[in-house]
T-cell receptor, first 110, second 114 residues
Framework: EDQVTQSPEALRLQEGESSSLNCSYT??????LFWYRQDPGKGPEFLFT???AGEEKEKERLKATLTKKESFLHITAPKPEDSATYLCAVREGSQGNLIFGKGTKLSVKP | GAVVSQHPSRVICKSGTSVKIECRSLDFQATTMFWYRQFPKQSLMLMAT?????????EQGVEKDKFLINHASLTLSTLTVASAHPEDSSFYIC??????????FGPGTRLLVL
């Protein structure tokens, strides 16, 4: 059973069409939920870390929120350059490593 | 954000060759670094956790004699793919843990074994 599940797998938006990506998790003792952006052929780029339910963080057109079971990455008025795969990962308990979801591939058409 | 580099970015080698990949944290010290492998259209798979001054911890199914990890300093970890074969072809990515908070990733190394 996957501990981190992202949905949808792929999302196509028109430029300016706001939407949200979902990351649900089942780990106990959450020690951080992380959002990364990955462009093809490149390493993940850090976006946000969230630690507790109710926490929100924003960066340009992106806003990440966290509940006890899931996190949302809201994209407001996206642009074509926001096209990428967005990865969610959690750090559990005493573990140092991250557990990644499979990602959501976002395509924004002009 | 913090900067992590990897070298080389791309390598093509013949089967049986050993390949060494370097991962450096450029603007912070990292007690812990991680090595991941990513297949096309798949997410990152953790291979091993590299701790400075001690032996790496390998994930289940990862051969420690095949993927040799050395974390010689607080800013450098290396991954050596010993006697590489075509099935080792993949995208290898490292990350460095800054103060136990956030992992910052390198740009990745594309390995193609012929």
């Amino acid at each position: 059973e996957d501990q981190v599940t992202q949905s949808p797998e792929a999302l196509r938006l028109q430029e300016g069409e706001s939407s949200s990506l979902n990351c649900s998790y089942t780990v106990s003792g959450l020690r951080g939920l992380f959002w990364y952006r990955q462009d093809p052929g490149k390493g993940p780029e850090f976006l946000f870390t969230l630690y507790s339910a109710g926490e929100e963080k924003e960066k340009e057109r992106l806003k990440a929120t966290l509940t006890k079971k899931e996190s949302f990455l809201h994209i407001t008025a996206p642009k074509p350059e926001d096209s990428a795969t967005y990865l969610c990962a959690v750090r559990e308990g005493s573990q140092g490593n991250l557990i990644f979801g499979k990602g959501t591939k976002l395509s924004v058409k002009p | 954000g913090a900067v992590v580099s990897q070298h080389p970015s791309r390598v093509i080698c013949k089967s049986g060759t050993s390949v060494k990949i370097e991962c450096r944290s450029l603007d912070f010290q990292a007690t812990t670094m991680f090595w991941y492998r990513q297949f096309p259209k798949q997410s990152l798979m953790l291979m091993a956790t590299s701790n400075e001054g001690s032996k790496a911890t390998y994930e289940q199914g990862v051969e420690k004699d095949k993927f040799l990890i050395n974390h010689a300093s607080l800013t450098l970890s290396t991954l050596t793919v010993a006697s590489a074969h075509p099935e080792d072809s993949s995208f290898y990515i490292c990350s460095a843990d800054r103060q136990g908070e956030t992992q910052y990733f390198g740009p990745g190394t594309r390995l193609l074994v012929l």
